[in-house]
């Protein structure tokens, strides 16, 4: 079965300091790992992953793929209240007919306190 | 933003009663999918489409049901809604292959 393993599910951090957030994953297939940042809605898209060792960089949030580990990790540095949200990880484990089927992990709710 | 419009936003019902949730997108992606969102779960896949009339099932299909007749509107049914079914519903749609998921606002439904 496949599975994806989000660590820890919950981080309280001060406001200015750097977290990484960890997803782990085991499926039989895998195409992309995708990260999401879910406040009071909508998940909204913030990267998605294919290759290994190359980190993709958006401001202050960057990530980075492991496929011979498993795991990516999400790093957010010089954190702010804003960024108070679940961030989702995702693993495109299979494609139907072009449709991509998305095996989602718990979340990880992060906290910054001012 | 991605055009994703999900209604209604918010319905309460009675175990037993039918229940349809719309997806509406005006971006004309050819893929779209219903996720479910409960507490401990993360997202599960319910039902996902790749054309008009075209669909399949998800991780967690049984006791719904799907409709695609255009390619701008996906809908969810719940046949008979059970209790077990009260959650968060998003709607999400993709442009191609390898292109990432928008995500509608999502339907809270309860039923009691």
């Known amino acids: 079965e496949d599975k994806v393993v989000q660590s820890p599910l919950s981080l309280v951090v001060h406001e200015g300091d750097t977290v990484t957030l960890n997803c782990s994953y085991e499926v039989t297939n895998f195409r992309s790992l995708l990260w999401y940042k879910q406040e009071k809605k909508a998940p909204t898209f913030l990267f998605m992953l294919?290759?290994?060792?190359i980190e993709k960089k958006s401001g202050r949030l960057s990530s980075i793929l492991d496929k011979k580990e498993l795991f990516s990790i999400l790093n957010i540095t010089a954190t702010q209240t804003g960024d108070s949200a679940v961030y989702l990880c995702?693993?495109?484990?299979?494609?139907?007919?072009?449709?991509?089927?998305?095996?989602f992990g718990q979340g990880t709710r992060l906290t910054i306190n001012p | 933003d991605a055009g994703i419009t999900q209604s209604p936003r918010h319905k309460v019902t009675e175990t037993g009663t039918p229940v349809t949730l719309r997806c509406h997108q005006t971006e004309n992606h050819r893929y779209m999918y219903w996720y479910r969102q409960d507490p401990g779960h993360g997202l599960r896949l319910i039902h996902y489409?790749?054309?008009?009339?075209?669909?399949d099932k998800g991780e967690v299909s049984d006791g719904y049901s799907v409709s695609r007749s255009k390619t701008e509107d996906f809908l969810l049914t719940l046949e008979s809604a059970t209790s077990s079914q009260t959650s968060v519903y998003f709607c999400?749609?993709?442009?191609?292959?390898?292109?990432?998921?928008?995500f509608g606002p999502g339907t809270r439904l309860t039923v009691t």
């Open positions: 489409s790749y054309g008009v009339k075209d669909t």
């Open positions: 294919t290759s290994s060792g």
């Open positions: 999400a749609i993709s442009r191609d292959r390898v292109t990432e998921q928008y």
């Open positions: 995702a693993v495109e484990a299979a494609r139907i007919q072009g449709a991509q089927k998305l095996v």
